[in-house]
């Protein structure tokens, strides 16, 4: 069985850190990095904490290139890490207050090191970047 990264295809700039962490940046197919971000979470505000946590004990989160229009599937608690939950297929569109919606999006999962490199991922750490605000700003932990 293939158990590779699932999203492995659409991350790009990928670095491996001792065989317990890899992250990488979100492509789309046709090389765009700017993406929208619609989820099935809760919102929170950002402060302090990621912006967006578990509904339910589900979470969906796409990236929807608006260049091309492909989705990709970022995170699926039904399907990724430990997986095993039914995943809500009902989406919003993630903005910032000032409307902002359209992000960089980087990827890290933590391993136990006889997972690694697989969807077996302890914990996806998914920080998201624009053009109004300078550092990188958490948007969701977990799996
Ligand atoms: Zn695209």
Not at 50 to 65: F, G, H, M, S
Not at 68 to 92: E, F, M, P, R, Y
Not at 119 to 128: A, G, R, W
């Amino acid at each position: 069985m293939d158990n590779g990264l699932r999203i492995i295809k659409n991350l790009t700039n990928i670095i491996k850190h001792d065989n317990v962490a890899m992250e990488g940046k979100l492509i789309c197919d046709c090389g765009n990095t700017h993406f929208e971000v619609h989820h099935s979470g809760k919102r929170t505000r950002g402060i302090l904490a990621p912006y967006l946590v578990k509904n339910d004990k589900q979470i969906l989160i796409l990236a929807k290139c608006p260049r091309c229009g492909k989705v990709i599937t970022v995170l699926d608690s039904g399907l990724d890490g430990h997986a095993g939950c039914v995943t809500d297929k009902t989406t919003q569109l993630f903005c910032l207050k000032n409307g902002e919606c359209q992000f960089e999006i980087r990827l890290m999962y933590n391993y136990l090191e006889q997972n690694f490199e697989t969807n077996l991922f302890e914990d996806c750490f998914i920080e998201i970047k624009s053009s109004c605000f300078k550092k990188s700003r958490s948007l969701y932990e977990g799996w």
